[in-house]
């Protein structure tokens, strides 16, 4: 029995800075952002779009084709929730209109949770094979105005629908972890904004990425040259580049070119490029990025997946595209909505940025901007308000 991806989409804010005007802002060259750290849009998210609002748009698309009487299940993968209680997947039902014989939960670790989203839905499913889990992650990267990590910041989300009937990737039994209590990246309560030891983080990455693969080859028996393509965790393009070298260098490849292991892992980056940092999501829009911008047909072929969330914990794992994955990806629609979106100025990202709901009981309303189909429209008796605009 195979499971794995049936059906999947994404989506970003409708909002969007180009890194050339923090690059100015900075007085450093664009090319810095460009090709140091491989990234050239950011996406911005208004007031009135939140986690919430991301996954619900992400979701609304993924279910369309899919028998949503079967979702017994959904997993809200985040790291930017918006209550330290309720569960974000709770709101996205309710927009959603799931129905009620159905868990909900959330789930939290940095960017590597929708990871183990995957890793405890596979067994589920094989057991209850008639079941669906809706997968959702979601995410905003805050790192502060000036920060070195400002560049990295970007927002979106990811939803999947992983069943026994998978459509266009299938899981593989064996997986890889790692796990190191360190503060390479966290976020306190008290804080809006992650606080993140940059350069470490990246030395964290890396660790946990071979030792991850470490097991993982041992437990499964496949070396390097049985992938065909890489899905890395993408805080920034070039960390993808970086850790795929790492990776060939470990296992014995030192002859490979640098043009062919680009080759293996080049269109998993079109898309966070121009979106930024999702988090949890990141490395699930870089399979979409894969899948909707190949030149060739990757049916038959085996896909390597690591997960990094910083504090942290690695996972290496793999999974095989299904022939006709294509009929179930939107290539082009999400093409003409990511040329669509709306560039702000700088000034205008600082404003959407540092915008701050009050404490304070009372009505609260957010301002109207682009949302897509939901958007969260303020706050009443601290109860956060989400409207449908279908
Ligand atoms: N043209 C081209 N490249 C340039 C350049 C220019 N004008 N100026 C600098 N660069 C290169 C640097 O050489 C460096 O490349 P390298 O990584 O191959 O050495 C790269 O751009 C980044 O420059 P650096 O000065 O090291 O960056 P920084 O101090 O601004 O910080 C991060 C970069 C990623 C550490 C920072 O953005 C950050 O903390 N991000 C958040 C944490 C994160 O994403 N961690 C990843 C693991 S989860």
């Not at 007085?27 to 007031?47: D, L």
Request: with cysteine.
């Amino acid at each position: 029995m195979k499971i794995g991806i049936e059906a999947i989409n994404f989506y970003t804010s409708h909002y969007y800075i180009d890194l050339k005007c923090l690059a100015e802002d900075r007085n450093v060259p664009f090319s810095k952002f460009y090709h140091g750290i491989g990234q050239e849009k950011m996406a911005a998210p208004p007031p009135d779009e939140d986690v919430i609002t991301l996954a619900a748009n992400a979701a609304f698309a993924a279910i369309q084709s899919v028998d949503t009487k079967k979702i017994d299940t959904v997993i809200f993968a985040t790291e930017s929730g918006i209550d330290q209680s309720k569960s974000g997947g709770i709101y996205v039902h309710h927009l959603l209109q799931l129905g009620k014989n159905c868990r909900v939960f959330e789930v939290k670790q940095a960017c590597y949770s929708a990871a183990a989203g995957i890793q405890l839905s596979v067994p589920y499913l094989t057991l209850y094979p008639d079941r669906k889990v809706l997968l959702i992650a979601s995410d905003i990267a805050r790192y502060g105005i000036g920060s070195a990590g400002e560049p990295t910041q970007g927002a979106g989300a990811v939803a999947m629908v992983l069943s026994a009937q998978p459509n266009i990737v299938a899981f593989d039994k064996d997986s890889g972890i790692f796990t190191e209590d360190v503060m390479d990246f966290w976020r306190p309560n008290y804080r809006d904004e992650a606080l993140v030891d940059g350069k470490f983080s990246i030395k964290m990455y890396i660790k946990a990425l071979i030792e991850s693969w470490q097991q993982f080859s041992e437990r499964s028996g496949r070396g390097f040259a049985d992938f065909y393509r890489f899905c890395y965790h993408l805080p920034f393009s070039r960390m993808g580049e970086k850790a795929h070298i790492h990776l060939a260098k470990y296992a014995g490849k030192e002859e490979y070119s640098n043009e062919f292991m680009m080759s293996q892992i080049i269109d998993t980056l079109y898309y966070n490029k121009i979106i930024g940092n999702t988090y949890a999501a990141s490395m699930y829009i870089g399979l979409l990025s894969l899948l909707e911008n190949s030149d060739e047909d990757l049916a038959g072929k085996r896909i390597g997946f690591f997960s990094y969330g910083s504090g942290c914990v690695g996972e290496f794992f793999s999974g095989e595209v299904l022939p006709g994955y294509q009929k179930f990806l939107a290539p082009e629609q999400h093409t003409k909505f990511l040329n669509n979106r709306t560039e702000i100025s700088y000034e205008k990202y600082k404003e959407f940025f540092t915008y701050s709901i009050p404490e304070v009981d009372g009505d609260h309303r957010t301002p109207k901007n682009e949302t897509g189909l939901f958007r969260f429209a303020g706050i009443s008796e601290h109860k956060r308000i989400y409207q449908g605009l279908l």
